[in-house]
């Protein structure tokens, strides 16, 4: 079993900066996600970071914006998230998944409660 807390949300102006951490018990060396949801929308998937080697990916709106890392002596993920929108504006949510390292919810076996993040325009 994975848990998954979020932390560091919050409401920032348009172009300000956040980092949120996602701190995990348990098995650890997962690949990890960040997905986000804003009202009236589906989930959407953000950024992954794969468990052995670190690699990265990102949606193509955040390309440039935002930075995924891991500190695997904390067990912790973060996303540093710079530039930012009022679309950017969502309840964000760190994901852990065992297997497959992919964009998809449906990979995903472990959530978090997720945090708020508001952009003010």
């Known amino acids: 079993q994975v848990q998954l807390v979020e932390s560091g949300g919050g409401l920032v102006q348009t172009g300000g900066s956040l980092r949120l951490s996602c701190a995990a018990s348990?098995?650890?060396?997962?690949?990890m996600a960040w997905f986000r949801q804003a009202p009236g929308k589906e989930r959407e998937f953000v950024a992954r970071?794969?468990?052995?080697?670190?690699?990265?990916s990102y949606a193509d709106f955040v390309k440039g914006r935002f930075t995924i890392s891991r500190d695997s002596a904390k067990n912790t993920v973060y996303l540093q998230m710079n530039s930012l929108k009022p679309e950017d504006t969502a309840v964000y949510y760190c994901?852990?998944?065992?297997?497959?390292?992919?964009?998809?919810?449906?990979?995903?076996?472990?959530w978090g409660q997720g945090t708020q993040v508001t952009v003010s325009s």
């Open positions: 994901a852990a998944a065992p297997g497959t390292w992919s964009v998809y919810r449906s990979a995903y076996n472990y």
């Open positions: 970071i794969s468990g052995g080697t670190a690699v990265t």
């Open positions: 348990g098995r650890t060396n997962y690949h």
